[in-house]
């Protein structure tokens, strides 16, 4: 089966950094993904590990521990429209698993 | 380049009935995948497909069922719904180049939001 906890809920001021933290226990492992979804629409796609590390795009950056099971996102300069869910996936045989989903609250 | 489109955006029904769902997706993309989004269970996995072959289903009962066509344009039934089917379906395609391949970045369409009544 699968088992991906992040946590419910983060609040953080503009400009600060906030991490969210995701661990999994899956059957299989073929990569993780980080999502961005803004109420009302649709999810959209803002990292992928499948090798250990640390992988940087701008503003976010994600990073993954095979072997504990973790991964985590970061966003750096927090600003108000980044006030939304993320949502930490495991592929696993062409199935994307979810988690709950982390609301970020952003405040002035 | 277009985005997945997915129809009927909004749609209400009365238990018992069923529904078909359609997604286009993005051009030269092969690989559909369908997921249900409730408040309660978030988004749940219901099935991928590719070249018309589907290559893993979610743990969703038999009256949920799709299929893909030749041209990668897919379709997800449900029948006989009941009251808890309320959600919003979301359909993703991605750039699965050939049979096997792992799929990498999916994009989502903006989803058929189905109210059971």
């Known amino acids: 089966g699968q088992n991906i906890d992040q946590p419910t809920e983060m609040t953080a001021t503009e400009g600060a950094i906030v991490q969210i933290n995701c661990t999994y226990q899956?059957?299989?492992?073929?990569?993780l993904f980080w999502y961005q979804q803004h109420a009302g629409e649709a999810p959209t796609f803002l990292s992928y590990?499948?090798?250990?590390g640390l992988e940087e795009k701008g503003r976010f950056s994600s990073f993954l521990s095979r072997s504990k099971g973790y991964s985590y996102l970061l966003l750096k300069e927090l600003q108000m429209k980044d006030s939304a869910s993320y949502l930490c996936?495991?592929?696993?045989?062409?199935?994307?698993?979810f988690g709950a989903g982390t609301t970020v609250t952003v405040r002035a | 380049k277009a985005g997945v489109t997915q129809t009927p955006r909004y749609l209400i029904k009365t238990r018992g009935q069923q529904v078909t769902l359609s997604c286009s997706p993005i051009?030269?993309?092969?690989?559909v995948s369908w997921y249900q989004q409730t408040p309660g269970q978030g988004l749940q996995f219901l099935f991928e497909?590719?070249?018309?072959?589907?290559?893993n289903k979610g743990n969703f009962p038999g009256r949920f069922s799709g299929r893909q066509f030749s041209n990668s344009r897919s379709e997800m039934n449900v029948s006989t719904l009941e009251l808890g089917d309320s959600a919003l379906y979301l359909c993703?395609?991605?750039?699965?180049?050939?049979?096997?391949?792992?799929?990498?970045?999916?994009?989502f369409g903006e989803g058929s939001r189905l109210t059971v009544l």
């Open positions: 993703a395609s991605s750039l699965a180049e050939r049979e096997g391949q792992i799929t990498g970045e999916l994009f």
């Open positions: 899956t059957s299989g492992f073929n990569g």
């Open positions: 590990n499948v090798l250990d």
């Open positions: 996936a495991v592929l696993n045989d062409y199935k994307l698993s």
């Open positions: 051009s030269g993309h092969r690989s």
């Open positions: 497909y590719f070249s018309e072959t589907q290559r």
